[in-house]
């Protein structure tokens, strides 16, 4: 129970930060997040698509540094072979920063 409700803490800050960086490109339907398993799954539906982009993000880490929160994927797969391409590029092993007033919620839980 207690890793449940630290999973939708963690979700919830995670998916309003995503969503900041993505809100140009589209918006996120789903979110889940596996503390246990270190996994993340999300659905986005891109801007001008007709189908969601899946997304599967099976190593992550949240990082703290100097009071600032981060989350680092390690390995991501997409249903698009094309952002698979640009995550292992651009993505994979980059720190994103999460939003400071979502980061409060991260020091009750991490």
Known sequence: ???SV????LSRAIALAVNTKIRKFGTMLD???DSRTKT???EIML???TEPLFVKVQRYEILEENGRYFLLAERIVTSREWINVVAESYLQGQRIEIAPRYAR???LVV
């Open 6 to 9: 630290k999973d939708k803490t």
């Open 1 to 3: 129970m207690i890793r």
């Open 31 to 33: 979110f889940k997040l």
């Open 47 to 49: 801007k001008g698509e």
């Open 105 to 107: 919620l991260l020091q």
């Open 40 to 42: 993340i799954e999300l």
